[in-house]
């Protein structure tokens, strides 16, 4: 029953938060549905959720099970846009965060002073939130910008003193989030190794939320999810 809950649980999380069509709550039937279970266990996991105050039900009908999380809580509500020009922006980086296989690569890019800085912090409470990073995980923050004029330390911020996985600024924040501000600011040979870098964070055994952060005023490269 506690593996089942867990997967409703999820299940009700990523529907709510990332699907306009549930952001009012989801019924047993849409869970049941996506799960191939049986209406009546899912609604009595679903009952137990809310005993356990991880969710609330309406009282309308059908009844509708949302996050028990209150609004003043929730990150993005604060944004100007959250309701327009930043919504699907909002959508894609909750998606990224929840996606099943763990975070995808997060790319934001916006002109200086439109509120990306902000855009990303509310990012990482939604991450929180979510349990990410985990409580031990840490969050590593690369400033590229203030790198510009020492591209050897800002290899070592980003790859670490042995260019390894395990030393980088990834393998040190395992199961947590790393956010690269500024990445136009790296030389050419730094984004061939960030691509890669980026690419081999798959690989370990609890991969970090990467988050990073360009101005669209720089050349910037696509990134691999």
């Known amino acids: 029953m506690e593996t089942t809950r867990v997967l409703i649980y999820d299940l009700v999380r990523k529907l709510v938060l990332t699907d306009e069509r549930y952001h009012d709550g989801v019924t047993a039937m849409v869970v049941a549905t996506h799960l191939d279970m049986q209406r009546t266990n899912v609604s009595a996991a679903l009952n137990g959720l809310v005993r356990e105050q991880k969710l609330i039900k309406t009282k309308t009908r059908p009844v ?11 990150p993005f509500l604060n944004l100007v846009g959250h309701l327009g020009s930043l919504q699907q922006a909002i959508k894609l980086a909750k998606a990224a965060v929840l996606y099943p296989n763990g975070p995808l690569n997060i790319h934001v890019a916006a002109n200086s002073g439109v509120g990306s800085t902000t855009f990303v912090h509310e990012i990482q409470n939604f991450a929180w939130q979510q349990g990410i990073p985990a409580a031990d995980g840490a969050t590593v923050v690369i400033k590229c910008r203030d790198y510009a004029d020492d591209s050897q330390q800002l290899d070592r911020q980003l790859f670490g003193d042995q260019a390894d996985l395990e030393s980088s600024c990834w393998g040190k ?9 500024h990445y136009e600011y790296l030389a050419g040979p730094q984004r061939v190794k960030l691509t890669t870098a980026l690419e ?6 609890r991969p970090p939320l990467s988050i990073l952060v360009s101005g669209l005023t720089q050349q910037v490269m696509t990134m691999p999810h």
Do not use: S
């Open 64 to 74: 509708r099970f949302l996050l028990a999380v209150p609004d003043v809580q929730k």
């Open 200 to 205: 081999a964070v798959k690989n370990l055994k």
């Open 173 to 181: 924040a395992q199961g947590g989030i790393v956010v690269i501000d």
